[in-house]
């Protein structure tokens, strides 16, 4: 099967973006975008559709089993992880890569997702003191442990922006994970951080739902998460 992938690139120096088309022979039809970025990079004699000679292609992976979020990248216009899209699901054989685009641009698919750090510091979740188990809360500890901080939420929120006071499902979800572990007497700041930077930014469309790469259940975690950080903190 071949394949050409359109591949939106950019200068190193100047950041001038333009797109390189490269045709593809893939051995296997169970082959990843993942697979095909690494066996271009290795063959020094690949040439793009002009003959010209292609240099390594800069793009971020770290598993390659779809849990590091790292190589996050939009495939075909959808935020996606390289590693977790099969060539084969591509009916057509144009196949379009380029970088998410909420994020700074580093250098090809390569973005600066350190917002997503930063958010995470806004609103405060770490611990500060030994989390306490509840079996009441086990299911959602383990629903916000699983965010990759891959950013494809992000990509697809209408209400995020960068510097935005909104901070977004990949700082919702690890959230939610700490306001099921921390002890009540240590919740009132997270409380108030999670209403200002996540509960009254969000509009519920949960299109972050549909596009999550780890499925994670995020209607079920905001339910639960306003429950404890919004109505019945209103109650009190
Ligand atoms: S539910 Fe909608 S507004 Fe809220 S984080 Fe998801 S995409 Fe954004
Ligand atoms: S919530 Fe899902 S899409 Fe968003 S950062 Fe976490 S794993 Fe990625
Ligand atoms: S390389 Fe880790 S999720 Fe793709």
């Not at 800069?58 to 935020?79: H, N, T, V, Y």
């Not at 299109?207 to 950080?229: E, F, Y």
Request: proline content about 3%; charged content about 25%; aromatic content about 8%.
């Amino acid at each position: 099967m071949q394949v050409q992938f359109d591949i939106l690139r950019s200068d190193r120096q100047t950041k001038e973006q333009y797109v390189q088309s490269i045709l593809y022979e893939c051995a296997d039809d169970s082959e990843t975008v993942a697979t095909a970025l690494t066996k271009i990079n290795a063959d020094s004699a690949v040439r793009d559709l002009h003959g010209n000679p292609v240099s390594a292609i800069a793009w971020e992976c770290s598993c390659l089993q779809k849990k590091c979020g790292a190589c996050a990248m939009l495939i075909d216009g959808r935020p996606r992880l390289a590693c977790d899209a099969m060539l084969k699901e591509f009916r057509k054989k144009h196949i379009s890569l380029s970088p998410l685009k909420k994020f700074p641009v580093v250098c090809d698919l390569i973005v600066d997702r350190s917002i997503l750090y930063e958010n995470l510091k806004v609103i405060g979740v770490w611990l500060k003191k030994e989390a306490e188990r509840s079996e009441k809360h086990d299911d959602m500890a383990y629903e916000g442990s699983r965010c990759l901080q891959c950013g494809c939420c992000l990509e697809v929120c209408p209400n995020f922006y960068a510097g935005g006071s909104f901070a977004g499902m990949s700082a919702f979800v690890p959230t939610a994970r700490l306001l099921s572990e921390l002890p009540d007497t240590q919740k009132k700041e997270l409380f108030e951080a999670y209403r200002a930077h996540i509960y009254e930014g969000c509009g519920k469309s949960l299109a972050c739902r549909k596009i999550c790469p780890a499925g994670i259940d995020i209607d079920g975690l905001l339910v639960n998460s306003n429950a404890m950080a919004v109505w019945k903190r209103v109650k009190r």
